[in-house]
């Protein structure tokens, strides 16, 4: 064993992977592959909390790998696997759900009311209980880390008390995690409402950009995007909350920084900056959709088997642990 921390993080195979996401989680764990042990999920029984298309979903779960893949996630030093695949992520799930979590947590889970809305009542009970799979997923592995973005927050400090809870009942058996949050870039807006963050699931394409969209539709989105009222360039979460969506998006994909970017838009009006931000857009699309094209499913299905083993080792050890406290085992 080295004296690495361990990182657990996950994507959700629910819609088409957009820049929101690689913006504010994967790019930044490409980085923390050297520094700890990183394990990355494609977490697709989080995905069938809301309705999916089985052959549609079937597909996304590679893309996500792919994704993983072409994003610079290395088989080598990092496991990467597909979390139905694991039967002990849903199995500690239904113990923490006995003994580390109570109704009025999850009732306090702001992405529930989000993705429930109006129809609380006829929403699924998987929904609701969220949470405490992904809790499971990243206390199985004795987690330190997770980087994730400003909406799974809320999410990884229920697990931290999650962890607590179970350690004073039973001994230390659990890690209790932290999340990573990076300071820019991560809760990336919707181009055509800046009050919502972008979103994979939403129903409207023209509010986020896939990693995967065809090149020009990705420009037109970019000049499409709304953008507040006035004509300076200024970077103001509060009074130009879409300028300063579209300043993250160039500085977070074209690799500059926001004061530099300002300063170099002064005097120049919004139509100038929309259309080098496409141009951007479409430089980093079509590097990242080379790499992607390169990888075969073969290598993707192999990739995952792999992982799942490596995986599965390891959340075996853990699940049997806390079985054996609690008395099943
Ligand atoms: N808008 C965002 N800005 C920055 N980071 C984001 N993430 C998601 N949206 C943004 C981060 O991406 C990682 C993967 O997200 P997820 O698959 O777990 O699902 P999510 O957080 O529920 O994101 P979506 O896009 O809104 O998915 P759907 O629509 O399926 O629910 C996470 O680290 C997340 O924080």
């Given at each position: 064993m080295d004296n690495k921390k361990t990182l657990f993080s996950g994507v959700q195979?629910?819609?088409?992977?957009n820049i929101a996401g690689y913006i504010g989680a994967v790019s930044q764990w490409v980085k923390m592959q050297e520094k700890y042990n990183c394990i990355f999920s494609i977490v697709d029984y989080h995905a069938i909390t809301i309705k999916q298309d089985p052959q549609v979903l079937k597909r996304q779960i590679k893309e996500v790998a792919k994704i993983y893949l072409a994003a610079g996630i290395d088989p080598k030093k990092s496991i990467i696997f597909q979390q139905s695949a694991i039967s002990a992520h849903t199995e500690l799930t239904w113990i923490l759900n006995c003994y580390g979590v109570r109704m009025s947590d999850l009732n306090k889970m702001t992405q529930f009311k989000d993705k429930a809305g109006k129809n609380q009542e006829s929403a699924s009970v998987g929904l609701f209980d969220y949470p405490v799979l992904m809790a499971a997923d990243i206390l199985l592995y004795n987690t330190n880390l997770v980087p994730v973005g400003e909406d799974q927050k809320q999410h990884v400090e229920l697990a931290r008390d999650i962890a607590k809870r179970i350690n004073f009942q039973f001994g230390d058996l659990f890690v209790v995690p932290q999340a990573i949050i990076k300071e820019e870039g991560a809760r990336i807006m919707s181009l055509?409402?800046?009050?919502n963050k972008m979103s994979k699931?939403?129903?409207?394409?023209?509010n986020s950009i896939a990693l995967l969209d065809d090149i020009d539709l990705a420009k037109k989105k970019i000049m499409k995007a709304v953008t507040d009222s006035g004509s300076e360039i200024v970077y103001d979460k509060e009074e130009k909350p879409a300028i300063a969506n579209l300043l993250t998006i160039y500085a977070q994909l074209g690799n500059r920084e926001i004061p530099r970017l300002v300063k170099d838009y002064q005097g120049k009006g919004y139509s100038d900056f929309k259309k080098d931000l496409a141009e951007v857009v479409a430089k980093f699309l079509s590097d990242f959709q080379t790499k992607y094209n390169k990888i075969s499913d073969k290598e993707v299905e192999d990739v995952l088997n792999e992982g799942a083993k490596r995986a599965e080792k390891l959340a075996k050890y853990k699940l049997d642990e806390i079985k054996n406290a609690i008395g099943v085992k």
């Open positions: 195979p629910s819609g088409r992977f055509l409402n800046p009050k699931s939403d129903t409207n394409q023209n």
